[in-house]
């Protein structure tokens, strides 16, 4: 399995607050990275892609890539309580997923 | 999205016994995977299931162990043989289309006893 390290926390923000998730890899020739969601007995959700080095906005969601230090990392402004649970960082090899460990949010109302 | 649905969603079994989980895609997809994801832990690609042929296992999966078929581009099984407590997990279908996102199933949780 590729190698993709995220911080399992437990990382817990305040109401309104940003919350910063990061995720490094070991694959230079890694080409596509998502973020996922997943809550508590329930299966992933996708959240976001990217492709490119730099910023990639959506809505209160920020990603961000740079593959020279092989480092991606998600953004939640506003934080709400709805956006606690387990974010998982994707990286994509050839046509393989491979996933990190997750990072597990909890927001303070 | 693929709307994805996977059945049985939940099941006890008893060790030695084999389990099939089907896996059924709503519209063609170009690849499906199979993943397992352990109490606490994430997830771990088990195969890729190619349509018409042998599955790809990832290191530490074995075509004896878990076979998997795809015989059309919509759906796939997977087996868990001989099972032992150590197999007890969520088993996660997934398939993705041209556009490189990664869609799930929502997961078959396994006990086995």
């Known amino acids: 399995q590729k190698e993709v390290e995220q911080n399992s926390g437990p990382l817990s923000v305040p109401e309104g607050a940003i919350a910063s998730l990061n995720c490094t890899y070991s694959?230079?020739?890694?080409?596509?990275f998502f973020w996922y969601r997943q809550y508590s007995g329930k299966s992933p959700e996708l959240i976001m892609s990217i492709y490119s080095n730099g910023d990639k906005e959506d809505g209160r969601f920020t990603a961000q890539l740079n593959k020279a230090s092989q480092y991606v990392s998600l953004l939640i402004r506003d934080s709400q309580p709805s956006d606690s649970a387990t974010y998982l960082c994707?990286?994509?090899?050839?046509?393989?997923?491979?996933f990190g460990t997750g990072t597990s949010l909890t927001v303070i109302p | 999205s693929a709307v994805i649905s996977q059945k049985p969603s939940r099941d006890i079994c008893q060790r030695g016994t084999s389990l099939t989980i089907q896996c059924q895609v709503d519209?063609?997809?170009?690849?499906m995977f199979w993943y397992r994801q352990q109490p606490g832990q994430s997830l771990t690609l088990i195969a890729t299931?190619?349509?018409?042929?042998?599955?790809?296992?990832e290191s530490g999966f074995v075509i004896d162990k878990f076979p998997i078929s795809r015989p059309n581009l919509t759906f796939s099984t997977l087996t868990v043989s001989n099972m032992s407590p150590e197999d007890s997990s969520i088993y996660l279908c997934s398939a993705n289309k041209n556009t490189g996102e990664l869609f799930f199933g929502e997961g078959s949780r396994l006990t086995v006893l």
């Open positions: 519209s063609q997809v170009t690849m």
């Open positions: 694959d230079r020739v890694s080409q596509s």
């Open positions: 299931a190619n349509q018409g042929s042998e599955a790809t296992y």
């Open positions: 994707a990286v994509v090899t050839g046509n393989q997923f491979y």
